[in-house]
Nanobody, 127 residues
Framework: QVQLVESGGGLVQAGGSLRLSCAASGRTFSTYGMGWFRQAPGKERDIVAA????????YYTDSVKGRFTISRDNAKNTVFLQMNSLKPEDTAVYYC????????????????????WGQGTQVTVSS
């Protein structure tokens, strides 16, 4: 069993930055693909960014390319999401998730591929 705990959310003005962290329990973190998803009120939970087990392969949804950066520190069992140039439309609850399928080289973007989820952290961007 893996437990994921997100932190770093908050209220920020448009144009500002936040850095989300997701700390994972367990000794197999370095074998997991990791993803960040977000869910705004009344909307579905969507992929934001994902990273494979080594950190050598990443994915970003189009709306965050050039503004967000996903990274991981396997020695510290932590994945990060650096969010710059934030916009009001980035407002959502952000969730990190772990994909335990060790056969995948490329990170998956499919919500149902992820086996473990954090509790979420609120990000609010004011205009």
């Amino acid at each position: 069993q893996v437990q994921l705990v997100e932190s770093g959310g908050g209220l920020v003005q448009a144009g500002g930055s936040l850095r989300l962290s997701c700390a994972a329990s367990g000794r197999t973190f370095s074998t997991y693909g990791m993803g960040w998803f977000r869910q705004a009120p009344g909307k579905e939970r969507d992929i934001v960014a994902a990273i494979n087990w080594s950190g050598g392969n990443t994915y970003y949804t189009d709306s965050v390319k050039g503004r967000f950066t996903i990274s991981r520190d396997n020695a510290k069992n932590t994945v990060f999401l650096q969010m710059n140039s934030l916009k009001p439309e980035d407002t959502a609850v952000y969730y990190c998730a772990a994909d335990a399928d060790v056969r995948r080289w490329a990170p998956t973007t499919r919500l149902y591929d992820y086996d473990y989820w954090g509790q979420g952290t609120q990000v609010t961007v004011s205009s």
